[in-house]
């Protein structure tokens, strides 16, 4: 059973960088499309894009700017780096594993638990 | 205001059944397979759905999707207080070049 883990701070300062991580196990990260996904408090899910397992990647227009995503296969292991926060990144950020079917519609069938992260001063 | 339109509550009793629609538009769902999670509360979300009306192993045939045009439709049969969550759609959308999701909607099992 494939399992993700999401780790990172949970507090960040306005205009500082978030950086998270999520670990998969209980299988490889090879051959697939990893997301990160995020839920303010009380609101409706984003996606905020995905990286495969080769590097290659999509992010969501509204946050290409700021974004950064890697990953590392010898950890099984993919990160996000989120610039110049502002109280509206706070939310519930999510990882997940991507069915990758990008034009035609794709989904999501693994979920990590989520980890909180609060932009606050 | 979301690129997905779901009712933001449904209700019914146990043992009933209950359809939760999402309406979006040519880029989104008019020409891209849809998908379902369910968010029990403080969870994350499970995929229920995908491919418009596949059943990922595991999800008991209760659960039902469906796609006509521009919206899609989840269908949950037997209600149970376990079902009591919030739903999204999701699909991606082509204009945007992103995938979206809807406001989501939260069952009630009375």
């Known amino acids: 059973q494939v399992q993700l883990q999401e780790s990172g701070p949970g507090l960040v300062k306005p205009s500082e960088t978030l950086s998270l991580s999520c670990t998969v196990s209980?299988?490889?990260?090879?051959?697939?499309?990893w997301s990160w996904i995020r839920q303010p408090p009380g609101k409706r899910l984003e996606w905020i894009g995905y990286?495969?397992?080769?590097?290659?990647?999509s992010y969501n227009p509204s946050l290409k700017s700021r974004l950064t995503m890697s990953v590392d296969t010898s950890k099984n292991q993919f990160s996000l780096i989120l610039t110049s926060v502002t109280a509206a990144d706070t939310a519930v950020y999510y990882c997940a594993r991507d069915s990758g079917y990008y034009g035609s519609g794709n989904y999501f069938d693994y979920w990590g638990q989520g980890t909180l992260v609060t932009v606050s001063s | 205001q979301s690129v997905l339109t779901q009712p933001p509550s449904v209700s019914a009793a146990p043992g009933q059944k209950v359809t939760i629609s999402c309406s979006g538009s040519?880029?989104?769902?008019?020409?891209?397979?849809v998908s379902w999670y369910q968010q029990l509360p403080g969870t994350a979300p499970k995929l229920l759905i995908y491919?418009?009306?596949k059943r990922p192993s595991g999800i008991p045939d209760r659960f039902s999707g469906s796609k006509s045009g521009t919206s899609a439709t989840l269908g949950i049969t037997g209600l149970q207080t376990g079902d009591e969550a919030d739903y999204y759609c999701?699909?991606?959308?082509?204009?945007?070049?992103?995938?979206?999701f809807g406001g989501g909607t939260k069952l009630t099992v009375l």
């Open positions: 491919d418009n009306n």
């Open positions: 990286i495969y397992y080769s590097g290659s990647t």
């Open positions: 209980g299988g490889s990260i090879s051959n697939y499309y």
């Open positions: 040519s880029s989104n769902i008019g020409n891209n397979y």
């Open positions: 999701g699909t991606w959308d082509s204009s945007l070049i992103a995938v979206v």
